[in-house]
């Protein structure tokens, strides 16, 4: 078992993380599936919008005529094809999952005793600087600072790992 909430790899070989890291990496995966549920309602926007007439052009001839085909019933047909409202469901069920998880996360991460747990949810979630930081955990200035450093740090090498 790992000695410190700190420690990534363990004698054992197995990962610990710490509370910080775990909101971290989940509000990362939360936004990522925000932008594929906004690319899905796009591509179902713009699909929609071949639909709408289009301003009348002045500055060429008027051809009658016309495409013979109702156009949405084609937006219909491409919808369906490109299965839009089921993708859009799915992704909404699984955003709305990972922000229950991220709330419940958030809670586990406030009620957390570990410094870098607090200094986390002090710096990051309630937007304070190090000066307020340090007077309400009774460190200095330049420790606070260089923790949030070191933890700046770890985010990164996580996000270059690709955990």
């Known amino acids: 078992m790992c000695d410190s909430v700190h420690d990534f790899v363990c004698d054992q070989g ?8 775990e909101y971290d990496y989940l509000t990362k995966k939360y936004k990522e599936m925000q932008e594929r549920y906004e690319s899905i309602l796009q591509e179902k ?3 929609f919008n071949v639909t709408q007439p289009k301003a009348m052009r002045y500055d060429s001839d008027r051809v009658d005529g016309g495409d013979p085909q109702n156009k949405f019933d084609a937006y219909l047909m491409a919808k369906e094809e490109k299965n839009i409202d089921g993708r859009l469901q799915e992704a909404w069920i699984i955003l709305e999952d990972r922000r229950q998880l991220l709330k419940v996360k958030e809670e586990e991460l406030k009620d957390s005793k570990d410094l870098y747990d607090k200094i986390y949810k002090l710096h990051y979630l309630e937007k304070q600087n190090g000066y307020k930081i340090a007077r ?16 700046d740090k770890m985010r990164q090498n996580e996000t270059k790992k690709g955990v």
Not at 142 to 151: D, G, H, L, N
């Open 136 to 151: 309400k955990i009774h460190y200095s200035v330049s420790q606070v600072y260089k923790i949030i450093a070191r933890m």
């Open 45 to 47: 926007e713009r699909l």
């Open 14 to 21: 197995e990962m610990k993380m710490s509370i910080y890291t």
